[in-house]
């Protein structure tokens, strides 16, 4: 069964580096999104992506983000100078339509230091 | 904005009992879905129930079913028969469906319910 799929799963960095999160979505999928889950907190909408525009932003997701749908396959997520508040789970998700069943990734786990 | 509020952090449950847990929201939209997405432990989220708010019938999807109360703003779920392998945390969450196409998917969540099936 397709997966949404994320590298790395884990990722270490200094504060005020840049990091690109990666992720597969979907093949069929058209609308793509990232979430992120600081610990402890609820899961928060960053962004949505589709037809290689950004459709939809949240106010968390500021000029420090942005996203990328580089290769027709790949889906990443920059951070361009990480603060220690960016650490967090960020998922990655894909969908079909905007409005039917998101399948989520296993999440990349940001540390901050 | 939308807010989901899920007022039970942790939830057990003896293996074949049923249990629920509870969700409420709030929106001024009227036209909107609801989803129960499970996250077992170190693995992906996977949706185990979706809701449209136009429907009054309650969803059900086999062991899992939700009782859906558009006026009350609530949704609760309930997992009948329960198995080790339900445990897992459980989002509740919401998306506006917006037909003049301002709204692409977002999800809002819940703070999520960790839910234990002991033997």
């Known amino acids: 069964e397709p997966e949404v799929t994320q590298t790395p799963s884990h990722q270490v960095t200094q504060m005020g580096q840049e990091v690109i999160l990666r992720c597969v979505p979907i093949?069929?999928?058209?609308?793509f999104y990232w979430y992120r889950q600081i610990l402890g907190q609820k899961v928060e909408f960053l962004v949505s992506?589709?037809?290689?525009?950004?459709?939809?932003k949240s106010e968390i997701f500021d000029d420090q983000f942005s996203v990328e749908r580089p290769d027709g396959s790949n889906f990443t997520l920059k951070i361009r100078s990480t603060k220690l508040e960016d650490s967090a789970m960020y998922f990655c998700?894909?969908?079909?339509?905007?409005?039917?069943?998101?399948?989520f990734g296993p999440g990349t786990r940001l540390t901050v230091l | 904005a939308q807010t989901v509020t899920q007022s039970q952090p942790e939830m057990s449950v003896q293996e074949a009992e049923t249990v629920t847990l509870s969700c409420t929201y709030d929106?001024?939209?009227?036209?909107?879905?609801l989803f129960w997405y499970k996250q077992p432990p170190s693995r992906q989220m996977i949706l185990v129930i979706r809701?449209?708010?136009?429907?009054?019938q309650n969803a059900t999807e086999n062991r899992f079913s939700v009782n859906f109360q558009k006026a009350a703003k609530s949704f609760s779920l309930k997992i009948s028969d329960s198995q080790l392998g339900d445990t897992a945390m459980y989002f509740c969450?919401?998306?506006?469906?917006?037909?003049?196409?301002?709204?692409?998917?977002?999800?809002?969540f819940g703070q999520g319910t960790i839910l234990t099936v002991h033997p």
């Open positions: 998700a894909s969908s079909v339509e905007k409005t039917s069943e998101q399948f």
């Open positions: 093949s069929n999928h058209l609308y």
């Open positions: 992506f589709y037809n290689n525009e950004i459709s939809e």
């Open positions: 929106t001024s939209e009227n036209n909107y879905y």
């Open positions: 809701q449209e708010a136009y429907k009054q």
């Open positions: 969450a919401f998306m506006m469906a917006n037909a003049g196409g301002t709204s692409y998917g977002k999800l809002t």
